[in-house]
């Protein structure tokens, strides 16, 4: 079984779009909401890497606005440990 994946959620958070293979089971949760905020692109493979590379390359504006999207994303996100440990503290307390 393929395994893999460094977190995304680090170049996305510097504003930098976020490019990935197909094996992100280390970080499946943050590649996929990557992915849904149109902030990453994911590759099956070294051909479609250069593809997409390529246009990156020679469309600079896309760079800006997939990593503006990556990094919205992840400020949306901030927090959110805190907000749920604030939430199971408040419903231990009820108990």
Do not use: C, W
């Not at 902030?39 to 020679?58: H, N, P, T, Y």
């Amino acid at each position: 079984m393929p395994v893999g994946g460094h977190n995304p959620l680090e170049p996305a958070a510097l504003g930098l779009p976020v490019i990935f293979g197909p094996h992100m089971s280390n970080a499946r949760e943050s590649a996929q909401g990557l992915l849904a905020a149109q902030g990453a692109l994911q590759v099956s493979d070294a051909g479609e890497l250069r593809g997409i590379l390529g246009k990156l390359s020679s469309d600079r504006g896309s760079i800006g606005h997939i990593g503006g999207r990556a990094m919205k994303m992840v400020e949306e996100k901030r927090g959110a440990s805190e907000k749920a440990a604030k939430i199971i503290i408040r419903t231990i307390k009820k108990a």
